[in-house]
């Protein structure tokens, strides 16, 4: 795949309408959480097909859920769970995939999974999740890069407090509570939607979850879940690029499955930013873009409902070609700007430092040969080729299709001049 390249000719205008697809961040825990149900089969609706979404059906098949997908669904049946044991290659394929402890823990007891390492975007730790897990009652060894974990008397319900609301330590809490006894309060909980998503998907399968979306979720644990049938939210940083595209390109874009509430932090920046952008009908969202953008001031990416992480690199593409100085602060990840010296390739004026960047905007961003750093700085330089001048080549789309569903097709559709070879 990292063979594939994304050819774009930038100055097309981004117009027309385009289908959100579901949130890669929602699908991934739910799926996780399919391990749980022991009773009936999961049928899981707007399921994204992207490489992530297919990295997690292969853990679950590895361990012995039945999974099939049939177009946007995937139907799940794990009645007859079998091997807990996770290997490296499955484990390196997908980062998040610690979120299966959780719930492989709470349905078999005992796993074991290679340690997630790092990523593209620094280290990543996992102390939260296990500090949360082991109070819980697992005992888990650490050694050679494994994670042995047992439950001897089963997972207990207590008061857990989060000292910074990570999204995946929530979330395993969450899974690992919703079957163990007695009750179980995550202090500091994440308040993210796709918290919200797991707790609405849990609860349809018979769990009692309460206060999900704020910073005290309270978890009574059940004997059994059944299956259920259920529908992934959108995704909100796919639409937030879909909006960047737009904007970079003067368009007018409609999105429709979309939910302008989850995007609340960054409206107001593409407003600034001199975009007309409004919720309309049930579930859709148009953005009209002015010809020349100007900068919006200081954007500061933190938890939900703070600006996202993910959106920081689009919006920091959309602002390379606006009038003025924007400043990004990035509190999230210590790794996040690898998109920039892509950008500076590209003509852009962008100094960092630290968790400090600062963006003069330029006339316009000249095409050229370009490699994504990451999944979101991947969408970064696709923003950037869209408004180049000339036609730009960009490598490492692996990155690209963990997160967006058929980029290019998507895009074509809306007006833009981009291939995949
Ligand atoms: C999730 C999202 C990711 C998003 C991130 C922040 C998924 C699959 N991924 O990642 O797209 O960028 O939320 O919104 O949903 N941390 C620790 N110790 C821990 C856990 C986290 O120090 O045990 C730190 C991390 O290093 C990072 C910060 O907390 O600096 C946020 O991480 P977290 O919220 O856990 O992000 P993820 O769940 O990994």
């Given at each position: 795949?990292?063979?594939?390249?994304?050819?774009?000719?930038?100055?097309?205008?981004?117009?027309?309408?385009l289908?959100?697809?579901?949130?890669?961040?929602?699908?991934?825990?739910?799926?996780?959480?399919?391990?749980?149900?022991?009773?009936?089969?999961?049928?899981?609706?707007?399921?994204?097909?992207?490489?992530?979404?297919?990295?997690?059906?292969?853990?679950?098949?590895?361990?012995?859920?039945?999974?099939?997908?049939?177009?946007?669904?995937?139907?799940?049946?794990?009645?007859?769970?079998?091997?807990?044991?996770?290997?490296?290659?499955?484990?390196?394929?997908?980062?998040?995939?610690?979120?299966?402890?959780?719930?492989?823990?709470?349905?078999?007891?005992?796993?074991?999974?290679?340690?997630?390492?790092?990523?593209?975007?620094?280290?990543?730790?996992?102390?939260?999740?296990?500090?949360?897990?082991?109070?819980?009652?697992?005992?888990?060894?650490?050694?050679?890069?494994?994670?042995?974990?047992?439950?001897?008397?089963?997972?207990?319900?207590?008061?857990?407090?989060?000292?910074?609301?990570?999204?995946?330590?929530?979330?395993?809490?969450?899974?690992?509570?919703?079957?163990?006894?007695?009750?179980?309060?995550?202090?500091?909980?994440?308040?993210?939607?796709?918290?919200?998503?797991?707790?609405?998907?849990?609860?349809?399968?018979?769990?009692?979850?309460?206060?999900?979306?704020t910073?005290?979720?309270i978890?009574?644990?059940?004997?059994?879940?059944?299956?259920?049938?259920?529908?992934?939210?959108?995704?909100?940083?796919?639409?937030?690029?879909?909006?960047?595209?737009?904007?970079?390109?003067?368009?007018?874009?409609?999105?429709?499955?979309?939910?302008?509430?989850?995007?609340?932090?960054?409206?107001?920046?593409?407003?600034?930013?001199?975009?007309?952008?409004?919720?309309?009908?049930?579930?859709?969202?148009?953005i009209?873009?002015?010809?020349?953008?100007?900068?919006?001031?200081?954007?500061?990416?933190?938890?939900?409902?703070?600006?996202?992480?993910?959106?920081?690199?689009?919006?920091?593409?959309?602002?390379?070609?606006?009038?003025?100085?924007?400043?990004?602060?990035?509190?999230?990840?210590?790794?996040?700007?690898?998109?920039?010296?892509?950008?500076?390739?590209?003509?852009?004026?962008?100094?960092?430092?630290?968790?400090?960047?600062?963006?003069?905007?330029?006339?316009?961003?000249s095409?050229?040969?370009?490699?994504?750093?990451?999944?979101?700085?991947?969408?970064?330089?696709?923003?950037?080729?869209?408004?180049?001048?000339?036609?730009?080549?960009?490598?490492?789309?692996?990155?690209?299709?963990?997160g967006?569903?058929s980029?290019?097709?998507?895009?074509?559709?809306?007006g833009?001049?981009?291939?995949?070879?």
């Amino acid at each position: 795949m990292d063979k594939q390249k994304l050819i774009i000719k930038g100055g097309n205008r981004i117009e027309g309408e385009l289908a959100l697809h579901g949130a890669k961040n929602a699908a991934l825990p739910l799926l996780a959480a399919t391990v749980l149900i022991k009773d009936g089969e999961c049928i899981i609706h707007n399921c994204p097909r992207l490489t992530d979404v297919d990295a997690a059906l292969r853990i679950l098949s590895h361990i012995g859920v039945k999974c099939r997908r049939d177009g946007g669904t995937v139907i799940s049946d794990a009645s007859a769970i079998g091997n807990c044991e996770i290997p490296v290659s499955l484990m390196r394929e997908m980062r998040s995939s610690i979120v299966f402890l959780g719930s492989v823990l709470g349905r078999t007891r005992h796993c074991r999974m290679s340690y997630p390492g790092g990523c593209e975007l620094g280290p990543r730790p996992i102390d939260l999740h296990l500090a949360a897990l082991r109070s819980m009652g697992a005992v888990i060894e650490e050694t050679h890069g494994f994670l042995d974990c047992t439950a001897p008397k089963g997972l207990k319900g207590t008061s857990v407090s989060l000292s910074f609301p990570s999204v995946g330590a929530t979330e395993n809490v969450m899974l690992a509570a919703v079957t163990a006894s007695g009750v179980t309060e995550i202090e500091g909980a994440a308040k993210e939607p796709e918290i919200c998503d797991l707790a609405s998907f849990l609860v349809s399968c018979g769990a009692d979850i309460s206060g999900a979306g704020t910073d005290r979720i309270i978890i009574r644990g059940k004997d059994k879940l059944s299956g259920c049938e259920y529908s992934v939210m959108p995704d909100r940083i796919a639409a937030v690029t879909y909006l960047c595209c737009a904007a970079v390109t003067g368009g007018e874009l409609i999105l429709t499955g979309a939910d302008i509430t989850h995007i609340g932090a960054v409206v107001p920046f593409l407003k600034e930013m001199g975009c007309r952008i409004y919720s309309f009908g049930r579930d859709s969202i148009y953005i009209k873009a002015p010809e020349r953008l100007r900068a919006p001031h200081t954007v500061r990416t933190m938890p939900y409902p703070g600006f996202p992480t993910d959106a920081q690199a689009p919006l920091m593409a959309t602002c390379t070609v606006a009038d003025g100085t924007a400043v990004f602060v990035e509190n999230i990840f210590d790794n996040r700007y690898r998109h920039v010296s892509e950008l500076l390739r590209m003509g852009a004026v962008i100094k960092t430092e630290g968790r400090v960047a600062v963006v003069q905007g330029v006339r316009r961003l000249s095409a050229t040969e370009l490699v994504s750093p990451d999944l979101r700085g991947g969408a970064a330089l696709v923003i950037a080729a869209l408004s180049a001048e000339g036609t730009s080549s960009i490598g490492g789309i692996s990155h690209i299709d963990r997160g967006y569903e058929s980029i290019e097709k998507a895009l074509y559709s809306v007006g833009a001049d981009i291939k995949r070879i």
